[in-house]
């Protein structure tokens, strides 16, 4: 596992800083677990927090209990393995998958036709792996219950098909317990999206087929260099992030070069971005974007050249990333651990749930299958969707960012349609024109600040703490879509498509609140919808 530099003068600040923090004892006092590192405030919520530390060890003892479910599955002919899950439940599995090369179907989502299309793929082999700490997470409470309806509408018994990872006395553990679940217990002190390397990475990838004992070999491995003051990786990525971010570099572009390793910077977003995006401050990863070589950009490589580049195997990443997150957070003078404004969304969801209707608003403008609500940058109505586009570009602030937001069926969402008797070269160009990286591309050529994509709702539990908590200079395009076909929730009294709407709504007031400007985009018909979008950005 190696840390190292291409930039000059972020190696003489990360030596610096590292050097300070080795003599204040911070690398020994962290791998021992103390919880005062990040001061008095954060002391109560790093105590409880700190249990990633000795995973590469602890987790081992999962591993007996974890084959034998590999084993019944298999024999039972559950090939076909689904993932409910958000955040850290989600984002770390689908990285080990990826990169062991083997299936994994992720439900990270509210929408109905990417449910929907799970629900209809192969239930007859279906395995469910429920994954929530609290147990109390609205979007996977509702993929476990359409499953269990599903499953028993097929004639086949929930208890076989589905297993629960939660955390010790946790709502979900009572009442997976009650139905007569498999259960597996995490360690209640790591948070979710240092859980990589928890159960709640583990069971999942294993049965989908990953080699998990390799993964805790690996972080095994570089576990004794994380007590070091010298030659200490997650000391010397912790302090270059934290002196980068001090010193005004504060986005941090993720690269990933062809390696074995499929997917990080998806990870890497979520842990850093809601670990560090709070109180004014933060460091704001961006993912799948050319960097604009401006003064306020950090560049990572993961395997790859980087003003920074961090090489190593998987299950040492993880572990060193989540070691300089918490370096990092010292450095910056933030808790690490807490995510004070993800509930706050999650509150207002659920007050909107509770209306007869779904306070929409009026449209600013329908231009076409798009309509445009909230408040639009620079007064004056817009003419058209390109001015709606042009308006939030000009709106970005001095060192801040767009950030694109779609609710929508991240596996579907920017198809685009097939044509009877299309040429290979127009297909080429069609399908390219649909890649959502198309979308925040087409805007990101108009401007020098950074364009972030994010996939709702689950970038709520990732990039949504930082849009919220960290600087004051993000602004925000929302993209909703009319649901044809809906999914209903069982002993719930709101839909999927209801959800999915009312988390967008829920997001858009909390930053409307703090006067960050938000416009959604609803699409009235979603494929057409995506193609005016489309156009509209070619024309800004």
Same mark, same amino acid.
């Given at each position: ?18 050097e ?9 006092a ?35 209990? !974890?084959?034998? +479910?590999v ?49 209809d793929?192969r239930?007859?082999?279906t395995?469910v ?5 609290? &147990?109390?997470?609205v979007?996977?409470?509702s ?11 097929? &004639? ?7 297993? #629960? ?6 709502? =979900? ?7 007569g679940?498999q ?9 979710g999206?240092y859980?990589? +390397? ?13 080699? #998990? ?5 690996d ?17 010397d990525? &912790? ?28 990870? !890497?977003e ?24 401006? *003064? *306020?950009e950090?560049?990572?490589g993961?395997d790859?050249?980087?003003? #920074?580049?961090?090489? &190593? ?22 808790? /690490? ?5 993800v ?9 909107? +749930? *509770? ?13 076409? /299958? ?16 390109s001015?709606? =586009?042009?308006?939030? =570009?000009?709106?970005?602030p ?8 779609a ?21 080429t160009?069609?399908w ?17 600040? /950074? #364009?972030?994509f ?16 960290? /600087?004051?200079?993000?602004?925000? =395009? ?7 076909e809906?999914?209903e929730?069982?002993?719930k ?45 070619r024309?800004?």
């Amino acid at each position: 596992m190696s840390v190292t530099f291409g930039d000059e003068n972020l190696a003489g600040q990360a030596a610096e800083t590292a050097e300070r923090l080795a003599a204040e004892g911070v690398p020994q006092a962290l791998a021992n677990g103390d919880p005062t590192l990040w001061g008095p405030d954060a002391e109560a919520e790093a105590a409880i927090r700190l249990g990633w530390l000795t995973l590469p060890t602890t987790s081992r003892e999962l591993l007996p209990e !974890i084959g034998k +479910l590999v084993e019944r599955a298999r024999a039972e002919g559950l090939d076909h393995v689904v993932l409910a899950g958000m955040g850290g439940s989600s984002l770390a599995p689908e990285v080990i998958t990826a990169t062991a090369d083997v299936p994994l179907t992720v439900l990270d989502t509210t929408d109905p036709a990417q449910v929907r299309r799970a629900l209809d793929d192969r239930l007859e082999s279906t395995i469910v792996v429920v994954a929530s700490k609290s &147990g109390g997470t609205v979007e996977t409470d509702s993929h476990r219950r359409v499953y269990e309806k599903a499953f028993r509408d097929a &004639g086949i018994d929930p208890v076989s098909r589905i297993v #629960v990872v939660t955390d010790p006395g946790s709502p =979900l553990e009572q009442a997976a317990r009650e139905a007569g679940y498999q259960v597996f217990l995490a360690d209640p002190d790591v948070g979710g999206r240092y859980s990589a +390397l928890s159960a709640f990475g583990l069971v999942p990838s294993a049965l989908a087929g990953a080699d #998990v004992a390799r993964l805790l070999d690996d972080a095994a491995e570089v576990l004794p260099l994380l007590s070091q003051a010298e030659s200490n990786p997650g000391l010397d990525l &912790g302090a270059a992030l934290g002196a980068a971010a001090v010193a005004g570099r504060d986005k941090l572009v993720l690269e990933d070069g062809l390696s074995e390793i499929n997917g990080l910077p998806d990870w !890497i977003e979520q842990l850093v971005a809601e670990s560090t995006g709070k109180s004014g401050k933060g460091i704001l990863p961006v993912v799948g974007a050319d960097p604009n070589d401006t *003064d *306020d950009e950090l560049i990572a490589g993961i395997d790859t050249d980087g003003a #920074v580049a961090v090489s &190593g195997p998987l299950g040492a990443q993880f572990l060193v990333w989540e070691y300089a997150t918490a370096v990092a957070g010292r450095v910056l003078g933030i808790d /690490p651990f807490n995510q004070p404004n993800v509930a706050e969304s999650k509150e207002n969801t659920g007050a909107l +749930l *509770d209306r007869p209707e779904l306070p929409a608003g009026t449209p600013l403008l329908v231009d076409g /299958p798009v309509e445009v609500y909230g408040e639009l940058p620079g007064g004056q109505a817009p003419k058209d969707l390109s001015d709606v =586009l042009t308006r939030l =570009l000009e709106a970005i602030p001095e060192r801040g960012y767009l950030a694109i937001m779609a609710y929508l069926d991240r596996e579907a969402a920017f198809d685009a349609p097939t044509a009877e008797g299309a040429s290979f070269e127009e297909m080429t160009d069609a399908w390219s024109a649909a890649d959502p990286a198309t979308l925040r591309g087409l805007l990101a050529v108009r401007t020098d600040r /950074p #364009v972030t994509f994010g996939w709702g709702p689950r970038f709520l539990h990732s990039t949504g703490q930082y849009h919220k908590g960290g /600087p004051q200079n993000g602004v925000f =395009l929302q993209i909703t879509g009319a649901v044809e076909e809906d999914v209903e929730v069982p002993g719930k009294p709101y839909t999927l498509g209801r959800l999915q709407l009312a988390q967008a709504l829920g997001d858009q007031g909390a930053l409307a609140k703090r006067g960050r400007p938000t416009v959604r985009l609803h699409l009235t018909d979603r494929a057409a919808g995506i193609a005016r979008l489309l156009e509209a950005a070619r024309e800004v």
